[in-house]
Every structure is written in structure tokens, then in C-alpha cells.
């Protein structure tokens, strides 16, 4: 554009278009150029969330079926895996499908959603402890049980649950493209159960975070580190043993045991 390439200050308007994005903006002009991004991605959600709600209802008057995922279809007419557990172990070389750690800024608390309910958001995270779901990346864990009585969640599960009961608010759908917002919410809501109803292992995790480094110990020995939110068995209104009951073979070679750094730490200094 003939005009916009003869402003005397482009380069720097270049620069605040292309810094928005980033979790971590410094200048004011891409600050407020940011916050209009997700105030703007918020009303398209808003709206295409509306739409959907207006499809569901039409269907159900008229008896129509909803249109079938295309990617489910496919995968139904694959043949089977003729040794899944073999399969599922080689394809993973991360438990979590991670192979690194990423740094980010220390989250931010915000003010808690009017739709949060710390027993709904419980009662969701514990439908998923123990449970094994299918990714187009192949099996994955949200929440894993300990004998020490500790339910390790990985933060990307417990964001899953966290938008079944925020009832796709747009907010939460609009954070899943902003991960700063995301880790902002996830530090809030987590700090939040803690607080009232002490569902967190905060012995685990520093103030600034929601999160502790964690050793995830596979089947096979391998050792893996990883970030998970620690909560206590107890918040989940189980035993120990009931939990531990319904790990499945799978589960059990992908994840033998999980050890917190500090406890790791704590053993090796005795």
C-alpha cells in the first residue's frame, strides 16, 4: 500500500503488527493493539457459537442428523492396529507428545469467570483421571493418579475440562489462540481451587506458577520431564486404591510412576 509505505514512522508500526502476537508485549500501542485482537476474536466466537446453537436446535426440531466429522469417518474405515500397545509406545516419544519444555512469562491472576464452579471443574477433571483418549496424535492422558496421593493433571487436559464447564464461553475459546491468556486463566482458576477447596498439592508448586516440573517414568524406565498441575487425590472424593484401580495396561507402560524435581531432589540429598 502506496500510502501506508510512505508514513515516516512505518517501521514502527511494522514492528508493533508484528509483536502483537507474542505473549509478552511491551509497547503500549501493540498492548492495546493486542487486547483489540481478542476483543474482536471474542465477538466471532460469540457469534459463530450462536449460529452452532441455532444449527443443534434446528435439528433437533426437524430430526435432521448433525453432519458427520469427516476425519471420523476415515478413521472408522481404517483397518486395526494388530499390536496397539506396541504401536501406541513407539509412536509416542513423549508421553504428553511433548519433547521440550517452553518458557513463557510468569502468568498473571485475572479476575475469576462468572461461570467458574470449583465442583464442576473437580468433577470434570476426575471423569478424566486414569482415562485414556484418542488424538489424531494417538492416545493421550489428562490426569494420572500417584500412590503418594498426588492426581497429576497436564495443563492441556485440564484446559479441556475447564471449557466443558465454562460452556464454551468465548473467553476460554478465544484464550485457546492466546497462549499467554490461556496460562493467565489456568494460573487463576488453579489457584482459585487451592484456595477453596485445597485441591492443590501447593507444597509442589511456587506462587508464580500453577504448575510443578515433574519426572513422568514410562513402562519401559524412560524418564521424561514435564509440567503438570498437582492436585490431591482426596479433592476427588476417592481413595488412593479406588483411583489406582482403573489404570488400564496402556496407561500403566505409558506412565509407571511420576516424581515431582523436589521429591527427586529431597531423595537424592538423604
Known sequence: ITEYASLANREELDKIIREHHLLKADYPLTKMLKQCDQDVRKEELAMLIGEAVERDKTWTKTGDPAPQNPVGLMAAGRPAAKDVTSAEEDRQAHPLGESELQ??????????PSWFNADAILSAVKNRVNQLETTPK?????????????VFANPDGLWAAIKEVSGKDAAILAADADEGAKRNLLYTIVWELSKVKDAIATEY???KYYTTKATIVTGGGKGFTALLVPFRANAFGESVATLEALKSPLLK???KEIKPKQVEVETCAI
Not at 518458557?103 to 475469576?112: T, W
Open 253 to 255: 507402560k505409558m506412565v
Open 103 to 112: 518458557k513463557f512469562p510468569d502468568p498473571v491472576a485475572q479476575e475469576l
Open 138 to 150: 494417538g492416545q493421550r492422558w489428562t490426569a494420572v493418579s500417584t500412590t503418594m496421593g498426588i
Open 205 to 207: 508448586v511456587s506462587e
